[in-house]
């Protein structure tokens, strides 16, 4: 079989850092720092190629118009390579996957995130080996060379999840994914054991890249003892679109009279509401506890299993799309890439 050939995507965060010699903070550097460092990628069977952000950044500054951009930079060289690596901060790593998931439609090229909490430069780094397992994933394929992961993954500490099911669960542990809802796709020991009834089917067929996120979308996280009033302001915010209510464990809310008419006055003005779960795993039931019931009666959607970040992406994804309140509905609430459970 020909040599397999990944393309790496440097957008920044903590893998490619140094720190600055006045403050001690760190600061994203250039891809050829990173790539200095790990002398072991000459070593990799695997084709090479790299794409940078010309300034890399911190994800805490990433935009919907820089996942287009990844989206775009994939879309450009996707006949070019057989799988794509995205170093990216792992702050707001689960975003950015969620979003490439929606915006990269007919994927069966692995595309593969994967980030680190120490920077490649120093001693006790998660860095190098997050990086070259996530090569090695990008590159895997079976004996018809067809990809292993034909979709949007995040590899991080011997552990490889679908990226639109991820989320951020520990500031300072290298283990600092996880996946509550889904099943790991994969895990690094001495093999890399895939999961394949985990994974997405390979399909044939062209990709196509979407280049539209809306980003008129808001999230409330409520809390016992949050003010109608706040919310009202909120939810008056002019431009707004569609808001992700964090409600407390299988979707409720506080019954407060209030607080029903801010959204019922929201409802009315068109405005997409959609009830997510604060909670870490399990899903949204609406009407299992009459504290829910008025979220029903209102049409608020339920985000079921989702996590707040493939919510709030998906309805930036969808009204990107330009989809009327129905259609936009009927669409949050299919599986677009697995991201729910059907
Ligand atoms: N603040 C960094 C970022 O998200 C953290 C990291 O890379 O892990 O860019």
Redesign the pocket.
């Known amino acids: 079989m020909n040599q397999r050939s990944v393309l790496i995507i440097y957008t920044?965060?903590?893998?490619g850092?140094l720190a600055d010699p006045r403050t001690g903070a760190?600061r994203p550097m250039d891809l050829a720092h990173l790539e200095e460092q790990v002398p072991e990628l000459d070593r990799m069977n695997v084709r090479l190629g790299s794409r940078s952000f010309e300034t890399p950044?911190?994800?805490?500054d990433m935009r919907p118009a820089d996942w287009v951009r990844i989206a775009r930079i994939i879309g450009e060289q996707y006949n070019a390579y057989d799988g794509f690596v995205v170093l990216?901060?792992?702050?707001?790593?689960a975003y950015t996957a969620s979003a490439l998931s929606y915006l990269l439609e007919g994927l069966n090229k692995p595309v593969i995130l994967t980030?680190?909490?120490l920077p490649i430069g120093t001693i006790r780094t998660d860095a190098k080996e997050n990086l070259i397992t996530a090569i090695e994933v990008a590159a895997g394929c079976d004996e018809q060379g067809r990809a292993t992961v034909p979709e949007v993954a995040v590899y991080f500490e011997y552990s490889l999840y679908r990226g639109n099911r991820t989320v951020k669960v520990h500031a300072e542990r290298f283990e600092?994914f996880r996946s509550p809802n889904y099943p790991r796709l994969a895990e690094a020991g001495v093999h890399l054991k895939y999961d394949r009834s985990a994974i997405l089917p390979y399909r044939e067929g062209a990709l196509k890249v979407h280049d539209r996120m809306n980003d008129q979308v808001g999230v409330i996280r409520l809390f016992p003892g949050i003010r109608a009033e706040w919310i009202q302001h909120a939810l008056s915010t002019p431009g707004l679109r569609a808001v992700v209510l964090t409600t407390f464990g299988s979707g409720n809310g506080p019954t407060d009279a209030v607080f029903i008419a801010a959204l019922r006055e929201t409802r009315e003005r068109g405005i997409t509401l959609v009830n997510a779960t604060q909670c870490f795993g399990g899903q949204v039931e609406q009407g299992r506890y009459t504290t829910s019931q008025a979220f029903v009666d209102l049409g608020v959607l339920s985000a079921k299993d989702m996590t707040v970040e493939a919510a709030v992406t998906k309805l930036m994804f969808l009204l990107g799309q330009g989809l009327g309140a129905d259609a936009l509905a009927e669409a949050f609430c299919a599986s677009i890439c697995g991201e729910v459970t059907p």
């Open positions: 920044g965060g903590t893998i850092m760190l950044i911190d994800s805490s990216h901060g792992s702050d707001t790593m980030g680190s909490q600092a």
